[in-house]
């Protein structure tokens, strides 16, 4: 049993993905008392099922692939100095699905903002020569983690508790989830539904598996085309993932397809042997941009703003909070790209109440809700 001062808290992390570690590590590091729960386990749900990769976005410069790229080269900064021994910088070879992907690649290639080259077959003489057929782009600064490895090291000196389904209350100017209590506390809850209701977000979940497999092939590079296939580190090599919508194959057909798309791009994977299968949700919002920020309390927002005007704009002083309340995730497969940099605004947010980029702000949907109500 805990003594009382021992359930005190400054801030508890709801969720023990890569977003919610990613936090309370960045919390833990500004001095907080910080209580890490989840009711499975660390890594339980999509981030222990992800790929992992650290790669960047292609587009047409817009802000989805300017912020994506911003965390991307975040993401590599951070992993290679806080985790070293989980971070492989082995580069990707991001390769066009036809020829018409391959006009796409070409209409993408001026707004690119970080360092690649274009190359060509003869340049991977592993990759399959057809998969090659139109050519690639090559980031030498991509990379991946190990997921597990991530989380052991930013959990070091995390007060956790495992097989918690957290039911946060809000009395006496405190939160309070069964006999722990703190003056915060942060929803990274993932595709899962959030433990308190905030009517303007709605949270959605995209299945997908991940295989890893042993194989003696030389794959120097991770290479993405309809799928990802890693470099290969001490025999093992990852496959996936699978986006699953209204699929109605069984995982393991899923999953079979997945290695004979892998085969068909690198042949030597011919002879691999599967050595586990990873699956999970992997939350999304409809804009696909992540969340990160303090929740707005919204039956307020509507007696006190009503239907703003459009020079209201996320992170505005006039929106009512929900006291000490945060929101971290919607991060789709790009959890261990966004994860750092949004975990480092969030507790910024929380310690010093630094606006949050609001490309990433939760009060974007608050205001789209207010404008439709």
């Known amino acids: 049993m805990l003594a009382l001062n021992e359930r005190l808290y400054d801030t508890i992390v709801i969720g023990a993905g890569i977003a919610g570690i990613s936090t309370a590590w960045w919390l833990k590091k500004s001095g907080q008392k910080v209580l890490l729960l989840d009711k499975k386990g660390p890594l339980a749900g999509a981030s222990g099922a992800a790929g992992a990769f650290l790669s960047p976005r292609l587009g047409r410069g817009g802000d989805l692939q300017k912020i994506t790229n911003e965390a991307y080269r975040f993401a590599l900064r951070f992993y290679a100095k806080r985790v070293p021994e989980g971070f492989f910088q082995k580069g990707l070879v991001r390769i066009p699905k036809d020829e018409k992907d391959a006009e796409k690649f070409a209409s993408f290639e001026p707004f690119i903002d970080v360092p690649f080259e274009k190359v060509t077959a003869s340049d991977f003489p592993h990759i399959a020569p057809e998969a090659m057929r139109f050519g690639a782009f090559f980031f030498k600064d991509a990379a991946f983690v190990d997921p597990m490895t991530v989380a052991m090291r930013l959990m070091e000196g995390i007060k956790t508790r495992w097989g918690f389904d957290a039911k946060p209350v809000y009395r006496k100017g405190a939160w309070h989830i069964g006999q722990f209590s703190a003056e915060n506390i942060v929803l990274a809850t993932g595709a899962d539904r959030l433990p308190v209701k905030i009517p303007y977000i709605e949270i959605g979940g995209v299945w997908g598996e991940r295989v890893d497999v042993r194989s003696d ?140 980029d609001i490309r990433v702000s939760p009060d974007r949907y608050l205001l789209r809700f207010l404008r439709h109500h």
């Open 217 to 356: 092939a030389e794959i120097p590079v991770t290479l993405h085309r309809k799928l990802s296939v890693s470099a290969n580190v001490e025999g093992i090599v990852r496959i996936g993932a699978t986006h699953v919508r209204n699929d109605s194959r069984s995982e393991i057909e899923r999953v079979n397809q997945l290695i004979v798309d892998a085969v068909g791009l690198v042949p030597s994977l011919q002879d691999q042997q599967i050595v586990r299968i990873y699956a999970g949700h992997r939350s999304s919002v409809s804009d696909h941009f992540p969340l990160a920020g303090a929740a707005a309390d919204a039956e307020t927002a509507l007696a006190r703003l009503g239907k703003p005007s459009k020079s209201l704009k996320p992170e505005d002083g006039s929106i009512p909070r929900i006291g000490g309340l945060f929101l971290i995730g919607g991060f789709g497969g790009r959890g261990f790209v966004f994860g750092p940099m949004m975990g480092k605004m969030v507790a910024e947010k929380i310690i010093q109440n630094s606006p949050v």
